[in-house]
């Protein structure tokens, strides 16, 4: 079985001056979706790192990687690293939003290698049942599962099918993307804390997209019963497609009529 040791080696890199590391930031449930939507953002979190590991960041270069929401691991790259210092306390963290600790926190200047970039992307590998060994030695070999033809977008799951944290919905694929701002219609917010559901409309330009971002980026959407709340990574879904006639009158009766069904006024986070 081909594996990752050995294609290391053969791009001129010595295993033992390498890390191997499998970024699972925080409170982002895909993190190869965070590296497809911004890999600048991405770069930047993996330039932080804590102070307590230095001895083992030590190591020149670093095989990054990123799991899918499916859980596979796929190869976004080598990096040239050198240690810069200490953050400067305050700053935020680029991709999860976290304030950085100067006391523990250690940047480093990481730069991209030529080498392997065929494979960024495309190149799925085994990472074995430690998963949660987030960072290992680039002794340790990976065995090759598969080489993707392209950079992987999943396929569009379809409007009722698709169920995603509002965390993820900045980082949806392209074409996920292209559907749901062409989609209206009737959506449903699940608060993942107290169970609670809010039922909305989307008849904007953008549809569901420009409503979702609305909540990813303020948190509330403007809804003053959600803005009252404490804050919570809510579950997206979509109750109901309009179809391509429909009127924003015709929404708003669809919205209506789905607050009664699920009675979100009396038992939910609606307001009216």
């Known amino acids: 079985m081909l594996s990752f040791r050995p294609l290391l080696e053969s791009a001129g890199f010595d295993p033992k001056a390498v890390n191997l590391l ?6 982002i449930v ?12 991405f770069e930047a979190y993996q330039s932080i790192q804590a102070r307590k590991d230095r001895s083992y960041f030590s190591r020149p270069y670093w095989a990054a990687f990123a799991p899918t929401r499916q859980g596979r691991t796929i190869f976004i790259g080598i990096y040239e690293v050198r240690l810069i210092g200490p953050v400067a306390g305050g700053e935020i963290d680029a991709l999860t939003g976290e304030i950085l600790n100067a006391d523990v926190a250690d940047r480093y200047d990481c730069q991209i290698r030529p080498e392997l970039t065929e494979y ?23 065995p090759i599962i598969e080489l993707l033809r392209s950079v992987e977008e999943p396929a569009f799951p379809g409007y009722l099918e698709l169920i995603e ?9 392209d074409r996920w993307v292209d559907f749901l701002r062409e989609g209206r219609g009737i959506y449903l917010l699940t608060c ?11 008849d904007g330009a953008d549809g569901f997209w420009g409503r979702w971002m609305a909540y990813a980026i303020t948190g509330d959407g403007g ?6 709340r404490e804050p919570s990574d809510y579950q997206v879904s979509i109750l109901e497609v309009a179809g391509s006639a429909a009127s924003p009158d015709d929404i ?4 209506v009529l789905w607050k009664s069904k699920l009675q979100t006024r009396e038992m939910g986070l609606n307001g009216n």
């Open 120 to 142: 960024v992307g495309r190149l799925v590998v085994d990472w074995g049942a430690g998963t949660r060994a987030w960072g290992q030695k680039g002794t340790t070999d990976k």
């Open 252 to 255: 708003l009766r669809m919205e």
């Open 30 to 41: 895909d993190p190869f979706g965070s590296w497809r939507a911004d890999r600048s953002a």
């Open 22 to 27: 499998r970024h699972c930031p925080g409170g």
């Open 192 to 202: 993942p804390r107290t169970k609670e559901q809010y039922v909305g409309k989307a």
């Open 223 to 228: 809804n003053v019963r959600l803005r009252s």
């Open 165 to 173: 944290p509002l965390s993820v919905v900045p980082t949806l694929p």
